[in-house]
């Protein structure tokens, strides 16, 4: 429920609050009552001090918001009691009574918190609202810029992704309640830093947009807004401010992005730079919208890319991303070079922004994975699992088999596998069927996986698990007990429905998924995948589950198979298998190992497969096969192939023509002299 932060009046019991539409106007009275009525109250409440109730004014200026938070209980009850008296007499003033005192006592009183930074370290030490607000309550006098971190402390310790997390706790309090009252008949006397900050703090926590508390503060905003005169810094709190209120489309928008047009951006400092990036992210909707500005922003940062700190370059290359700076190139590669040297001091978010602009922007660093194998062992135990999910997928995108990043997160995630989501789950594992590899802990890794698979199942999206399950099958991993229910009909729907729906690449993973049960678990007694799921080939262009050959590298092969055989006709090239698969070259034996044409289906005996893996069927950083190309060649040895691999090294390290045909004769005939066909 959303309430709006007035102190309570007229007939009050209990936890009970009058009508908040009724509180809104009345509140207005306030500022519409004679000045012989605020006359005649302060008379009151002089009287009242004179009697014992000692109550120190608040202190207004530039600099000082002048809250006597030690008296807060005393002041709102009487308030309180007050307004209940005169809830039924005209002219009556809804609010926390506030009083303008002389300003030497209010000196007197500064003293103890003139240093903010004492003030900024505890109140970042306070966990909870409840600490903030005790803390808050010792103190004699603080700024209107005190008050509005406050809030903002408040806003990082009770407010998640799911909104305030204890509503009560907050909105009831009489601290939090006057400070609300005197933010909003006291919003044209605040800096602008302290009025700001104290509207995106509110706006986080929930107010209500329509009350009179916000619609205060946003017209004291505009009409600050409209002299020009607001700091970089504040037009970027505003615009976000005004993001979480309205959204993209609103109004106010435009106007703070043309006064950032017009300042001279070589003037602007780094954090400066930052902060237009995070608030220009959030509030563009259309492509390529202000790219002039962006554009010219990204010049400058150039420039200063070797200054910037962890954070900045976690903030700016996260920018990058959401806006997608495509035509930034320079400056996203110059950023990631210089987050090399910051690999060990990036906190859980900002290595997850910058893994995010390697992956989105599809750079490589060698540098950079050599920095992660040094982190990723240390820290994997304590990283939050969004960080190690993208660490996998970093490696994934980028085809990197690295062992020391691998083993430990294998490792850490038998552990820590409950606390991760059913994508970040995904994420982590199916790079090792993706890369090939079996970490020395493989065993409790997948024991640990089937557990969360029984428990789970359900949650996991139809695609992520389907693409969940494919990768183990890579590694000859086989989720045998769950194939009954991805070969359900319920399943199979539950696929089509989702984007991308049943697509070739979809298609083609169920066929595989069916062809390794097939192959390899002659004991699965299971339900089948239905005809009208399979393909017929494997081999589809873009996406796919097998890679197309090398032309390059196939043209040296097929050259050098003519001079050994003698001619074209005695091998077939790009052969579609009644098994899906797709033959780079295949040959055909006879019973006496005689070589047929390719023609010849006939006395056949056997059959030759040459795999001619180029450089993109393995990782990048080594000569191990990719997971696909590995299950290829594993089932066509199953079906009755004798496989043979010309892998691109081998080819690349011979020098001449006559060494290749040598090569291909001792690799597809090692124990035959050479024929004349």
Known sequence: MILSFFPPVGNFQGNTWPDMALINLQSFQFYSSSVRTCRSLRKTLNHLCKQGRQLRSWCYGSSVFGTVLSRFRLQYVFSRNYHAELWNQPNSIIGSVHLHGDAG?????????????????????????????????????????????????????????????????????????????????????????????????????????????????VSESQERLDKEQLTIKNLRILGESLLD???????????????????????????????????????ITEKRQYQDLL????????????????????RILNALVVLDQ??????????????????????????????????????????????????????SFT????????????????????????????????????????????????????????????????RKLERILNARFTQFRPHILLNLLHSCTL????????????????????????????????????????????????????????????????LIPGRSVESSVDVHLYNRVKNGLVDLLGTRMYFASHVLTPYCYTLDVEIKLDEEGFVLPATQYEEVYRRIALCIDGQKRFCSNSHSLLGKEAIKQRHLQLLGYDVVQIPFFEIE?????????????????????????
Not at 653 to 665: C, F, P, T
């Open 105 to 217: 006592s209010s000196s007197k009183s500064c003293g103890k918190w003139r240093d903010e930074q004492k003030f900024f370290m505890e109140l970042n030490s306070c966990n909870s609202a409840k600490e903030i607000f005790t803390f808050l309550s010792s103190l004699e006098v603080m700024s209107d810029t005190m008050a509005a971190a406050a809030l903002q402390r408040i806003c990082e310790v009770e407010v998640d992704d799911s909104g305030l997390k204890n509503p009560e706790e907050v909105m009831e309090n009489e601290v939090f309640r006057t400070l609300c009252f005197q933010f909003e008949h006291e919003s044209q006397k605040l800096s602008d830093t302290g009025l700001l900050m104290a509207l995106q703090a509110l706006i986080k926590l929930r107010v209500d947009p329509w009350s009179t508390l916000i619609v205060r503060l």
């Open 245 to 283: 209120l309205e959204g993209p489309g609103c109004a106010m928008l435009e106007q703070i992005v043309t006064q950032l047009r017009g300042k001279k951006l070589e003037e602007w400092t780094a954090e400066e730079m930052a902060m237009v990036y995070g608030m220009l992210q959030m509030s």
């Open 475 to 538: 590694i000859e991993r086989y989720p045998v007990n769950f194939l009954a229910k991805i070969f359900n009909s319920y399943f199979l729907q539950q696929l089509q429905a989702q984007t991308p729906g049943l697509d070739k690449f979809v298609l083609s993973q169920l066929t595989q998924l069916f062809l390794t049960v097939t192959l390899e678990c002659p004991f699965y007694e299971g339900p089948k995948l239905l005809p009208k799921y399979r393909v017929k080939s494997f």
């Open 653 to 677: 390290a011979l020098k001449n023509s006559r060494d290749i045909v040598e090569y291909l004769h001792k690799k597809i005939f090692p124990h035959t002299y050479r024929l004349n066909w």
């Open 326 to 379: 495509t035509q930034a190139v320079p400056l996203v590669i110059r950023l990631c070079k210089y987050s090399v040297r910051h690999v060990p001091q990036f906190t859980d978010e900002e290595l997850v922004n910058v893994l995010g602009a390697f992956i989105h922007f599809g750079h490589r660093d060698q540098f950079f994975t050599e920095a992660l194998e040094r982190h990723v062992p240390k820290s």
């Open 383 to 446: 990283m939050h699992p969004e960080v190690v999910s993208k660490v996998m997928l970093y490696c994934c995108r980028k085809l990197l088999c690295s062992k020391p990043i691998f083993d430990a997160v294998a490792e850490s995630f038998v552990y820590n596998a409950d606390k991760y989501t059913t994508g970040q789950i995904a994420e982590t594992i199916v790079p090792f069927g993706t890369l090939n590899y079996l970490p020395p802990t493989t065993s409790p890794l997948f």
């Open 295 to 314: 554009n010219h922003m990204n010049n400058i940062t150039l420039t200063f890319a070797p200054q910037l700190n962890p954070k900045l370059i976690s």
